[in-house]
């Protein structure tokens, strides 16, 4: 009888071990999935405004748009001169995974002319 208990507790903990690296796993793939998100609808949305691309819609409604085909939704889209940033999210087991990005002419450093 002693056996079986420490077989059963053995395979529980197993089980819940399996759990947690598969929630673990499917985390980082959230995260990825949000960060492609955010890089994709902040170049597409600079895109529209620099004009490189022709849309009938303003920038922030092209970014959406893109976020919603990853699976995000867009919580904030800012447009400065030809600089978009944005910020995607979505849940993952009942948690927020949220990424943002920045798309435009690069920033110059500081004391750069």
Do not use: W
């Amino acid at each position: 009888m002693g056996g079986s208990a420490l077989a059963i507790g053995g395979i529980a903990v197993t089980a819940a071990l399996g759990l947690g690296a598969a929630m673990v796993g499917g985390a980082g793939a959230t995260s990825q999935r949000m960060a492609a998100a955010a890089d994709a609808a902040a170049l597409a949305a600079a895109d529209a405004t620099s004009g490189a691309i022709p849309v009938d819609a303003d920038p922030c409604t092209v970014a959406a748009r893109v976020a919603a085909v990853h699976g995000a939704g867009l919580d904030d889209c800012r447009i400065d001169g030809l600089v978009v940033r944005v910020r995607v999210s979505a849940a993952y087991a009942g948690f927020p995974a949220v990424a943002t990005s920045r798309a435009g002419p690069p920033e110059h450093p500081a004391g750069d002319g």
